[in-house]
Antibody, heavy 114, light 110 residues
Framework: QVQLVESGGGVVQPGRSLRLSCAAS????????IHWVRQAPGKGLEWVGF????????YYADSLRGRFTISTDNSKSTVYLQMNSLRAEDTAVYYC???????WGQGTLVTVSS | QSALTQPASVSGSPGQSITISCTGT?????????VSWYQQHPGKAPKLMIY???NRPSGVPDRFSGSKSGNTASLTISGLQAEDEADYYC??????????FGTGTKVTVL
């Protein structure tokens, strides 16, 4: 069955970096784009960005471009979200989702706090 | 990329029908037939309920239906059931390979 499992969340100080992982299984990884979506505590969903099925193209929300970078390791069927210069407002549950948002992971919580 | 506008809350009694709106612009909802709807229960990941305006993924009850008129998309839940109580979000493709979500609607079953 299709599974997406996020990991790498935790507590990080403002200004520091963190890398999240999204491990995929149960489908042909190299034929699907993967999105990242985040949800601040008690707030709505926010699209972060996505990486194309072959990793050649990456797109980001305007507000995050430059600080966040998405990459992929096809040999591990894993997509990464590198987050730099973290701010308190980046505190959220981060989800990865398959191409048309048909499957989602369980999410990983990132807390930016000193 | 401003969030699509949804009502904060909608409520209905069991068996009734409710409709949730999702208003955007001609650059997102009105410009593409790539509007989706998601159901999210507390502490859970979102679940896709409708894609491409009006298509239901396998396993989603036919009580859920979607439509679009101009810059506004709608999700209708017919025969409301207790388990339908959740938060609902819409999303739309916005062109240039970017996406936007709605502000979210809390559905309460009275």
């Amino acid at each position: 069955q299709v599974q997406l499992v996020e990991s790498g969340g935790g507590v990080v100080q403002p200004g520091r970096s963190l890398r999240l992982s999204c491990a995929a299984s149960g489908f042909t990884f190299t034929t699907y784009a993967i999105h990242w979506v985040r949800q601040a505590p008690g707030k709505g969903l926010e699209w972060v960005g996505f990486i194309s099925y072959d990793g050649s193209s990456k797109y980001y929300a305007d507000s995050l471009r430059g600080r966040f970078t998405i990459s992929t390791d096809n040999s591990k069927s894993t997509v990464y979200l590198q987050m730099n210069s973290l701010r308190a407002e980046d505190t959220a549950v981060y989800y990865c989702a398959r191409r048309v948002f048909d499957y989602w992971g369980q999410g990983t919580l990132v807390t930016v706090s000193s | 990329q401003s969030a699509l506008t949804q009502p904060a809350s909608v409520s209905g009694s069991p068996g009734q029908s409710i409709t949730i709106s999702c208003t955007g612009t001609s650059s997102d909802v009105g410009g593409y037939n790539y509007v989706s709807w998601y159901q999210q229960h507390p502490g859970k990941a979102p679940k896709l309920m409708i894609y491409e305006v009006s298509n239901r993924p396998s396993g989603v009850p036919d009580r859920f239906s979607g439509s679009k008129s101009g810059n506004t998309a709608s999700l209708t839940i017919s025969g409301l059931q207790a388990e339908d109580e959740a938060d609902y979000y819409c999303s739309s493709y916005t062109g240039s390979s970017t996406y936007v979500f709605g502000t979210g609607t809390k559905v309460t079953v009275l």
